[in-house]
């Protein structure tokens, strides 16, 4: 289970996460819905320390560490943590000296210590699994913004996470390539991954989330199932959004 309580993250005298608090059950599917500057980004790359909170609580699984303003966590107890989740990220962030079966085989081989035979082998299982099989031996500049992020997807897995961060997974992609990565996304989601995924794709976050949430100004405005933060929504921020979203995609 992935616990966050009272979650603070401040930038100088900007508070962009104000309280939040958030439960995750193993198995689940946590979409985060939001206006730009919501602190979206900033809530998932501080469950991963990515971005050091200010104050609070993150747990994921059996790892967890409290945040207090001033002090500065253990590096062993923020790598605890690290190691339980895998983020894909908006801009892939692959490694353009390696190849894809490199950019898979490193998390293996540098954070789990595995021998590179063995690390070779699941990469290569992890590259099929993502449709991605014949393009093991390619550098990132060979291969579509789609294919680069599929890889993305194939690393973050590689070190069997117990959660997976997906950042606007497709914010960055051509329109004919969302498809194929949300595909890959979909099946993650129907063998019982546990996720956590930001998106401004509406229709995909109606199919895969078990809640959604919306952020906006750093807070939690409303959160629900899907069928009722669509077609119920108490807020009328929500309200708000979700209109302008309709017309923009109109």
Do not use: W
Request: charged share 30%.
């Amino acid at each position: 289970m992935i616990e966050v309580r009272r979650l603070i993250k401040s930038f100088g005298g900007l508070d962009v996460l104000r309280g939040i608090d958030l439960t995750l059950e193993k198995g689940n599917v946590l979409v985060v819905i939001g206006p730009s500057g919501s602190g979206k980004s900033t809530l998932l790359r501080c469950l991963n320390v990515l971005e050091t909170p200010t104050s609070g609580t993150v747990a994921v699984g059996g790892a967890r560490l409290d945040f207090r303003p001033g002090a500065k966590p253990r590096q062993a107890d923020v790598l605890a943590l690290r190691r339980r989740s895998g983020m894909v990220f908006q801009a892939y962030h692959l490694f353009p000296h390696f190849t894809a079966l490199q950019n898979v085989m490193e998390g293996q081989v540098t954070v789990k210590r595995m021998p590179k035979a063995e690390a070779k082998d699941k990469a290569l299982r992890l590259l099929a699994k993502v449709g991605l099989a014949d393009k093991a031996d390619a550098y990132p500049h060979q291969l579509s913004g789609g294919q680069q992020q599929r890889v993305g997807i194939a690393r973050a897995m590689s070190i069997d996470p117990e959660l997976l961060l997906f950042d606007e997974p497709t914010s960055a992609l051509d329109p004919e390539l969302v498809r194929e990565v949300l595909k890959v996304i979909r099946e993650l989601a129907e063998e019982g991954r546990t996720m956590m995924i930001v998106t401004h794709e509406m229709k995909f976050a109606r199919e895969v989330a078990d809640r959604i949430v919306l952020l906006d100004g750093g807070v939690i405005v409303e959160e629900g199932s899907p069928e009722q933060l669509f077609e119920r929504p108490r807020e009328e921020r929500t309200r708000r959004f979700l209109s302008l979203l309709m017309e923009r995609d109109g």
